[in-house]
DNA sequence: TTGTAAGCGTTATCAA
DNA sequence: TTGATAACGCTTACAA
């Protein structure tokens, strides 16, 4: 058993030193409006002490965190993962510190989460997405929370973003697809009703096929939650239906990397038997095999210019336009020509 | 421009309901101390007002943050993402927050980290692995922090810790590895001087070897830093040199999915020409092409378990022994015969 | 069951 | 350049 020893103060430093704490606090926060000779006596006393101020009431008192809290819908989806990093990085070099918590995509979920890191006083907040609450929105209004939302476009413009056109990349995608004769096509989708990107995608194939006049029975779509298994048996729903899709196109990397695991499973070959792509372009689409053709996304950069855009809100206090970033295609093995 | 309205607080919200703060403060954490009346006219200023209670104030005044902080190696790696992800889960059902930071597996940038954390007031903190300065050591322990030590055994027993025997896990491995007739092996290794487990593992090799009657010359080991690259990378290596290995295991899984893809990219086949193993059994192990041979370990249980323990440490202030999982050795694809 | 009032450890304003 | 001192918004004895 230690002795338990109570963190040491503001007035213990300013004790030892033999000064008063705002000058301690002075010494901290803006050492150079101190003598040069008092500033090296309280550091020193900061250092034997081995004091810390404590940051609630150094929040109270100033009233600013230096916090930035970010609210993802899941830490498995290595898109976030990548991205947060990048976010973090960048925000670490501005002196400020990121707080994480994920939803589950779970939007009650978000909600809380948004409301408990307003409660610490996350001077700003990233979001993912646009789907969310009257009610958490006019929230966020009335504190007036500066709020930058990632991964989507707010075709609107009505908050700032940065993210891609969802749609058009997926679309994009599906021209490809069909350039390579397919007709029968199938998307499987994340859960479209509280995720506009999922939403955006799914528009996007449809638009491609509107264009090359197919019509939207020849896309049977299958919602799914985001994981590699789901990805899996979302194929066998497809495979075992009356007419199998010769393309089966994803609306993300892991969906994409579960429906190739299970077509091997079913003794597919890809893409000779069935064309599969992703999206995102995660670490793994170049590593499975077939490669997966999916649409890469700039998650490092997206973080990375997150962060400068919402440190821009937080200070210029001026309304920053939202940024659009470009995608890439990745034509990889796992698409060939439709053969049936 | 929307009007900046403050944050309203305990005394709005008294006001409204016509009680004293401490009413208000009552009604929010103590409701049955109060009659069912007040609280209800309570509860229903703290709504129309959209209150919300400022954290740090309530800090200052309970001295409690009841929030835990984790300091992991990076966000990037899956292991660590399914991990927390329990761990939150679990924290969360006990009204705990987590508060996640990562040190890019840069020990001064994990002590930095841990300061912060500990500034801001955590009442627990989950680390990974046990290499840390004696400064820092010292530091908890002054400061009393309930720390556990997560993702390995703390063999000598002097702090609370829940893992598995790394060590004891990939010798299990390595035992198999030559069982199928390797002789001339090769490790492609984390960075080991600051990750225990790492060495352990390696450690792990190495007694197999000996156990074998093999000599450490047979060895080859090569360090790299996290990520599928760098794998690659090491692999390269290990293929250009004079004599090399017909097996080659890999301190993590992300290390030997980069190794399979050089190997696929150098023309071999795996096992024929080469067999590769990992460690972790992420889920990408199962897909990989062929699926690779790895040690399985119970991420999600070892975070939800080690949020139960970090709890119990930090309220019974009672030592708690160290928790020891066990790992299962997964023989897959990508582990064959010695044909050389 | 409810109210009063004293902190909690900083920062920031105002004087000196 | 430094020092007093009043906030900051909440919890929690202690009283009523």
Not at 156 to 173: C, Q, V
Not at 235 to 241: N, P
Request: charge should be neutral; aromatic fraction near 4%.
């Amino acid at each position: 058993m230690s002795i338990l020893r109570p963190a040491p103060t503001l007035d213990d430093v300013a004790r030892l030193a033999g000064v008063s704490t705002a000058t301690v606090s002075r010494a901290l926060n803006v050492p150079d409006k101190l003598s040069a000779d008092t500033k090296d006596r309280v550091l020193d006393a900061v250092r034997t002490l081995g004091y810390a101020p404590n940051f609630a009431a150094r929040v109270m008192a100033s009233r600013k965190t230096n916090t930035i809290g970010a609210i993802i819908p899941t830490m498995e989806n290595a898109i976030f993962a990548q991205g947060l990093q990048a976010f973090q990085e960048e925000l670490r070099l501005n002196g400020y510190t990121l707080l994480v918590a994920s939803s589950a995509y779970d939007p009650n979920m978000e909600e809380e989460q948004i409301r408990t890191l307003v409660a610490r006083g996350a001077d700003g907040l990233l979001l993912i997405g646009l789907d969310r609450s009257d009610a958490i929105n006019a929230f966020l209004r009335d504190r007036n929370i500066p709020t930058l939302v990632a991964w989507t476009l707010d075709q609107t413009n009505s908050r700032p973003s940065i993210g891609f056109d969802n749609r058009a990349a997926m679309m994009a995608l599906a021209q490809k697809v069909i350039g390579f004769g397919h007709r029968r096509l199938a998307l499987i989708s994340a859960i479209a009703r509280t995720n506009d990107r999922a939403r955006a995608r799914w528009q996007g194939v449809l638009d491609a096929m509107e264009q090359a006049g197919l019509s939207a029975e020849d896309l049977t779509v299958v919602e799914t939650p985001y994981g590699i298994d789901n990805g899996a048996n979302a194929f066998d729903r497809l495979w075992t239906a009356d007419r199998p899709p010769t393309a089966v196109m994803c609306g993300n990397d892991v969906l994409a990397i579960g429906a190739m695991r299970r077509a091997r499973e079913l003794g597919l070959e890809v893409p000779r038997d069935v064309s599969i792509t992703g999206f995102d372009d995660i670490e793994i689409a170049q590593v499975a095999h077939p490669a997966l053709t999916t649409v890469h996304v700039p998650h490092a950069e997206m973080g990375r210019r997150a962060a400068q855009a919402l440190l821009a809100i937080m200070t210029k206090a001026a309304d920053v336009p939202s940024i659009a970033l470009s995608t890439d295609l990745k034509l990889r093995g796992s698409l060939g020509p439709n053969t049936r």
